[in-house]
């Protein structure tokens, strides 16, 4: 597990005379004696065996017979045990089957990877985090793959199966499959056997014993002429949004390819791409990018690639890897739920612009449910109101915080994104302002429509973020390390110098204040709000003359008790002004005379206001992201009204409707069918 690379060459050499396969079960081992030590087949990631890096036989517990192994840490960073052991070289075709008995203590957890090349640390093909809480997460380093659940103070069997060939993988636990994936890492060379239990909201807490350790290989022969689909990329997202697929191509035989024809099938319709003019050589992979856009459907639906014609025949030599089946189910979000991602960084670090790539695809990919806020340290765009609590919560820098949960690597925000916006937010958040042209000052306005009741201290905050940063002078030069592509593609800062001077530097997501606090507005709400009540909370915000307006944001947080985020609301400053500020003195009305009819609705909807004595009536329909959708002043009225609202050109889905009669606000749910 740790980056040091010591004794290297040695790994190399054990690992050409190992054979593809081994089994141990511990019994005819010494209790107390170094795995290390007694056996050929294991080591240790430095390769220093029989010390602190190395794990001992006991018969504490076991699956089968009397013995095991046993790992244990009480450290952030796990260890210091670091056991190794390869598979007799790095495979990339054939079948390769990984599984032991694992018995994980109550409240602890466990950990393994796969590395995918000799020398430890060169890939990390796959991590196997056991939380304490009894969840099992699969990832390849960017991104969740399987979550699923193991049971804690009981031993089962974990196994790992995959076809190299087709890169597909799949994880059972006691014999029962928890799913099947594609690896990016599609290779593997050694298991690292390490205890550490701090991601994904681990105690720290290390714990566990293996039992019947085994892998089997089992070697592919080349044919002459194989094309295979090994991958089909660029699927994930939210239901309802649009999709670009590419599809990864591999020879898996001894010939180069040079033409085929690839079909991809989803929804009922099939694109295909005829390929002329590469030379993919054996064992090499090419990727085919389609143009065609396709929409995530809900539910579980397949999606088809095929290759055929390859070298222009019919049929290659193995049909076996022609095809490649990928379930999508994409993630349908939760009615209302904004995710925020709270990025700590700074001008002085480095590896920063992970964090500056990260939220920007974040932006791009998931506009309408993801809220990227940077919130600088050490240079001229700190806050200190935001930089020194923010501090308390984060391990370094770059650090990403999603809904305020546990600190991460900005590169696992997707992931983390996809595991929030499932959760049903306690509120809906829109934020409103009244600025006028030339102010100095604006009130700005997040009111909270609940969905359900709460009790307890849920505060609100407002939050302005900038995009379009720029500077002059060194505290906005960009210190790089991915300069000269040494540390890998980030995003078109690896061909940028190292630091990027200012002139070339562009910030987007900056934060410009936070009110009232870091923690949001003490008494926000009554100590007991009910499900479709609405509250409103105002901030002034001074308008620093170095602002530019067009690209600023205001964002509303709902702060949980537990200093968590459980929704956000955001909107641009013409969507605010738009949206209007909600005042204080305004009377948000819930239970009122106002009824909608019919809703559903489908071309029409009327809105009865009972009566109305000499008031100004505003009607605006928003929907659920807290979107202004359409808005009309009827000006003052008088008397008994029903107001006919034309839909046919909306969108289905759930809207509100904001009704203002003078200083008193009705807001309807609405569903247009």
């Known amino acids: 597990m740790k980056k040091i690379y010591l004794f290297g060459f040695a790994l190399v050499a054990y690992a050409g005379a190992f054979g593809q396969s081994m089994s141990e079960n511990f019994d005819a081992r010494t209790v107390g004696a170094y795995m290390g030590v007694i056996s050929t087949e294991w080591t240790t990631w430095s390769g220093a065996e029989g010390g602190v890096e190395d794990v001992k036989v006991t018969d504490l517990e076991a699956a089968s017979g009397s013995n095991s192994i046993y790992f244990s840490s009480t450290s952030p960073t796990g260890g210091p045990q670091d056991v190794l052991v390869p598979f007799g070289g790095v495979h990339t075709t054939g079948t390769f089957t990984f599984e032991s008995n694992f018995y994980v203590e109550d409240n602890k957890g466990a950990y393994f990877n796969f590395q995918g090349t000799l020398i430890p640390g060169g890939l990390y093909t796959l991590n196997c985090q056991m939380v304490n809480d009894g969840r099992l997460l699969l990832d390849a380093g960017a991104g969740t793959l399987i979550e699923t659940t193991y049971p804690s103070e009981t031993w089962f069997l974990l196994t790992i199966q995959v076809n190299l060939n087709t890169n597909d993988w799949e994880l059972l636990i006691d014999g029962v499959s928890q799913g099947v994936f594609s690896n990016p890492n599609n290779k593997v060379a050694s298991v690292d056997l390490f205890p550490v239990n701090s991601a994904a909201g681990g105690n720290n807490q290390s714990g566990f014993y293996m039992d019947d350790v085994a892998y089997e290989h089992v070697a592919y022969t080349l044919p002459t002429r194989n094309g295979a689909v ?14 670009i697929p590419s599809v990864m191509v591999r020879n898996l035989g001894t010939s180069a390819i040079t033409s085929f024809d690839l079909d991809i099938t989803y929804d009922g319709t099939t694109y295909t791409k005829v390929v002329t003019g590469v030379n993919i050589t054996s064992l090499n ?23 055929s014609n390859v070298n222009g025949t019919d049929s290659d030599d193995d049909g076996d890897d022609d095809i490649k089946t990928t379930v999508l189910n ?16 700074g001008t002085w670090c480095g590896w920063c612009p992970r964090g500056a790539v990260y939220l920007e695809k974040m932006a791009v990919n998931y506009p309408d449910h993801f809220i990227g806020i940077a919130v600088h340290n050490g240079d001229p765009m700190t806050i200190e109101a935001y930089d020194t609590p923010i501090g308390a919560f984060i391990d370094g820098y770059p650090s990403m ?4 949960g ?13 595991d929030q916006v499932v ?3 306690k509120a809906v958040l829109t934020v409103g302002s009244n600025y006028t042209d030339g102010a100095t000052s604006m009130d700005v306005s997040v009111s909270a429509e609940f969905l359900e009741g709460i009790t307890g201290d849920y505060r609100l905050a407002l939050v302005v973020i900038e995009d379009g940063v720029t500077g002059t002078g060194s505290g906005f030069n960009q210190a790089n390390y991915y300069a000269g592509g040494g540390s890998g593609a980030m995003g078109g800062y690896e061909s940028l110098p190292n630091p990027v001077p200012a002139a070339d530097m562009v910030y987007d997501h900056v934060a410009r204040t936070i009110l009232p606090s870091f923690g949001g507005m003490v008494g926000s709400f009554p100590a007991t709000v009910d499900a479709g009540e609405v509250h409103a909370v105002g901030f002034t915000v001074a308008i620093d003359p170095t602002w530019n307006l067009d690209e600023v944001h205001l964002v509303g947080i709902l702060v949980a008790p537990d200093q968590t985020i459980d929704n956000a609301g955001f ?10 500020y909600v005042g204080l003195e305004t009377n948000v009305m819930v239970n009122s005379a106002t009824n909608l009819y019919p809703n559903p609705a489908a071309e029409t909807t009327n809105i009865d206001l009972g009566n109305v004595e000499n008031e100004n009536v505003t009607v605006r329909l928003f929907d659920m992201d807290g979107r202004l959708v359409t808005e009309r002043n009827y000006g003052v009225l008088n008397g008994k009204y029903i107001l006919p609202m034309e839909l046919s050109t909306i969108q289905t889905g759930f809207y509100t409707v904001h009704i203002l009669k003078g200083t008193n606000l009705e807001i309807k749910k609405l569903v247009i069918e």
Do not use: W
């Not at 085919?288 to 290759?307: K, R, S, Y």
């Not at 915080?401 to 305020?404: E, G, K, N």
């Open 230 to 243: 090994t991958e089909i990329k660029n699927t994930n997202g939210l239901a309802g949004m649009d999709f």
């Open 423 to 425: 959760l049903a937010p």
């Open 401 to 404: 915080l999603v809904d305020r």
């Open 406 to 418: 546990p600190s991460d690597d900005p590169s696992g925000v997707e992931s983390k994104f996809l």
């Open 330 to 345: 994409p993630i349908v979000p939760a009615f209302g739920k904004i995710v925020v991602g709270e990025e700590a960084t």
């Open 571 to 580: 909107a641009s400053m013409d969507e605010a002004v738009t949206n209007g």
């Open 285 to 307: 992979s090419y990727q085919v990018d389609f143009a065609e856009v396709f929409t995530l459907m809900p539910g579980e639906n397949d999606i088809v690639a095929t290759i």
